[in-house]
């Protein structure tokens, strides 16, 4: 089990960039596949990244690719999601999952634990 917790979020004017973070308890954190998801006002819950236990592969959906980066340390039980030239359709609350295993999945109901969500708002 692992319980997960996200910080980092907040008000950035377009173009700019916020690095959330997402610490999880527990010893066997390394077992667990690790993804940021976000939902906006009125709209489903969309996967956004993740990353493999150890980090050896990432996973992006489109509309973020080269923006945003998804990074692990283990040895602090912390994924992080670097985001770069952030745009008004990125607001959003993200959230923190995990799951186990090394099976990607993009939808939400696949993951096991979930993070409270931190709000992003880009301002244009």
């Known amino acids: 089990q692992v319980q997960v917790v996200e910080s980092g979020g907040g008000l950035v004017q377009a173009g700019g960039s916020l690095r959330l973070s997402c610490a999880a308890s527990g010893r066997t954190f390394s077992r667990f596949l690790m993804a940021w998801f976000r939902q906006a006002p009125g709209k489903e819950r969309e996967f956004v990244a993740a990353?493999?236990?150890?980090?050896?592969?990432?996973h992006y959906t489109d509309s973020v690719k080269g923006r945003f980066t998804i990074s692990r340390d283990n040895a602090k039980n912390t994924v992080y999601l670097q985001m770069s030239s952030l745009k008004p359709e990125d607001t959003a609350v993200y959230y923190c999952a995990a799951r186990a295993g090394q099976l990607v999945e993009r939808d939400w109901y696949e993951y096991d634990y979930w993070g409270q969500g931190t709000q992003v708002t880009v301002s244009s």
């Open positions: 990353i493999t236990t150890i980090g050896l592969s990432t």
